[in-house]
């Protein structure tokens, strides 16, 4: 049963990579028909300036697809500070994520470390094949070596299940959209759709244009983050149970967790692109934002899922009060 879940997930990341890529797309061509029309806007041509936009936009969204997929990795490792190390550099952290590889199943992937004190970890990439992942030298500085199987048995999850691409794309293109909303939000606002001087109701038509470019700039956040929550919390629960089929160690990732969540270190190389690729959220952990938007499960609920496994009481009030709203 466990192994057709795997399989089945891995089936279901590959689809709504594609799935996701297309709805952004979609959505960058319904921003680029609004501003060529607006653009065009008493000339007589209105649709055909928004069909050339939309044309020009979905090349745009298309390429931004492409380039995720093949060099998005490269972006989300340099965007995070992110150095490739050798095993030279780093034996032990080389042996484990090694051990991890081989319990998994996938090839080697590149091994990156952030200099930051905050203990954390991700990885990324387009397939096993192409997978890299990264940790901080706080997790190397505060985890045992129980812990960092664990922490690694979990990112090596995330490849061998296909998550990898799932959340590259999805940190890029949401990207792409802020700042398609961004432009025509500024645009709206200085030019006020088009030739409105041209017409009677130019006014009229720029305000509509403002008002429009306001609901799709605040839109295209929402869908932006309802995107990233796409990243499903399943996902997280299942590499959670992957980590302890690949170390047969409930204990490491749990103690692990525990941890990660109390660290009040912050993580100064995340960002709103980036923070959902991390096994705790770097900017949830500390209270920020709302839970209706969360990438991760709170670390109470992975935790007790975590005890589950090996018949342990969930975590007492005490416990609880320690890591309650921390994600």
Partial sequence: MTTAT????????RRNSFLIALAVVIFLGAFGFVIGFSIGYGSG???????????????IGTMQALFSYFSGDKLVLASSHAREISQEQAPALY??????????????PKVYIIDDPSPNAFATGRDPQHASVAVTTGLLQKMTREELQGVLGHEMSHVRNYDIRFTLIVGVMVGALALLAGFFLRYTFWFGGGRRGNNRDGGGFALAMLLLGLV??????????????AVSRQ??????????ELTRNPHGLESALAKLASDNEPLHSVNGATQHLYIVNPLKKLGGGSALFS????????INRLRQLTGEAPMDPAETRQLTGLE
């Avoid at 795997?6 to 990341?13: D, L, M, R």
């Avoid at 209105?46 to 020009?56: D, Q, R, S």
């Avoid at 484990?96 to 080697?108: C, F, K, L, R, Y």
């Fill in 235 to 244: 996902r997280e629960y299942l590499a959670d149970a992957s980590s302890v």
């Fill in 295 to 302: 990438t991760h499960p709170p670390i109470v609920d992975r």
């Fill in 6 to 13: 795997f399989y089945s997930e891995e089936s279901a990341n």
């Fill in 95 to 108: 042996d484990v994520v090694t051990e991890m590889a081989i319990s998994a199943g996938v090839p080697m």
């Fill in 216 to 229: 799709m700039a605040v839109v295209s956040y929402v869908f932006g983050a309802l995107v990233q929550m």
């Fill in 45 to 59: 041509d209105e649709v055909a300036f928004g069909i050339i936009a939309l044309v020009i936009a979905v090349g």
